[in-house]
């Protein structure tokens, strides 16, 4: 007898009609394997299926969302989709990824800003919150790496539209040095604390660890960490973004450095349009750069 044929049985409701269909058959057969089926069959039965948190499917939704917003430039997106998130920052399960969300959100709606020269009062505010979402994130969940390097690089940008204010530099960078160490120390081959780390290189100088070379050298790293962990993450909600911005900033770097390697800067620029083609800074804005010293060279 072939117990896998279901094809003879009687009319009624699915589940109850597999129950009894095992059950009789067992019950007149007396076979070891039937009575192992009827029990597994009622197991699961009685278990039901999987529970799913409506909230958690529309936080994946919006944070997937607000990457693709971001990659378009679509600052109005961004504040849209962060404002979305909202209804979420109260459940336990989800608050530490939806806060680590809204400020990305707000993260790359600044550092789409500075591309579109907005003004820098407007990002100053923009930056913070995102830096106050990225704090809250991290003490719903200390062990959360990605909120202190997205709070790293929200503060060095502080720093950076600051520089002409000595004391603020100060206090900012009280703030950013314990949270770098923290970062390093818990994670040194996140791809993503090595992006973070080689835009904060590129500006110090060699006498103090920095330097155009430091800042390449790092970038690379970070590449070489981002495709060894390339689809390893199994949680939608956690970040696993890297590879593309990596090969942005390798193809921003050999272009700006002192001798510049625009082949080089192509390349990778071209890498990364590989990976998000609608990717609005990359097309627009630095291949035209490249093409631009393409143009001179020749």
Not at 56 to 74: M, N, P
Not at 173 to 186: D, G, S
Request: glycine residues 6%; hydrophobic residues 40%.
């Amino acid at each position: 007898m072939n117990y896998c044929n279901m094809r003879n049985l009687p009319p009624g409701k699915p589940a109850k009609r597999i129950w009894n269909y095992l059950r009789s058959v067992a019950r007149s057969s007396g076979s070891a394997q039937i009575v192992l089926a009827v029990l597994v069959f009622s197991a699961g039965a009685a278990m039901g299926a999987p529970k799913v948190n409506p909230a958690r499917a529309s936080a994946i939704k919006i944070a997937t969302q607000i990457q693709r917003a971001d990659y378009e430039g679509d600052r109005a997106g961004l504040q849209r989709l962060y404002a979305e998130l909202t209804p979420y920052v109260d459940d336990k399960e989800l608050a530490s990824r939806v806060r680590y969300w809204r400020g990305f959100a707000l993260w790359r709606k600044a550092l789409n800003g500075f591309n579109d020269a907005v003004d820098p009062q407007e990002l100053e505010q923009e930056l913070k919150q995102a830096a106050d979402e990225f704090d809250k994130s991290a003490a719903l969940d200390p062990g959360f790496v990605d909120a202190k390097i997205g709070a790293v690089s929200c503060l060095s940008n502080l720093m950076f539209l600051n520089q002409k204010n000595p004391d603020r530099i100060q206090e900012l960078l009280a703030r950013v040095a314990p949270l770098t160490k923290e970062a390093q120390a818990a994670a040194p081959d996140n791809p993503r604390l090595l992006w973070v780390l080689g835009a904060n290189r590129w500006y110090i100088p060699p006498e103090r660890g920095g330097g155009q070379d430091k800042a390449i050298e790092t970038y690379e790293k970070g590449l070489e960490s981002a495709r060894k962990q390339k689809g390893t993450a199994s949680d939608p909600l956690e970040p696993s973004w890297g590879e593309p911005e990596l090969l942005m900033n390798l193809a921003w770097a050999n272009l700006h450095k002192t001798a510049p390697e625009v082949d080089k800067a192509e390349q990778y620029a071209r890498s990364a349009l590989e990976l998000v083609p609608y990717w609005h800074y990359v097309r627009d804005i630095l291949m035209a750069q490249i093409r631009d010293a393409t143009a001179k060279q020749n």
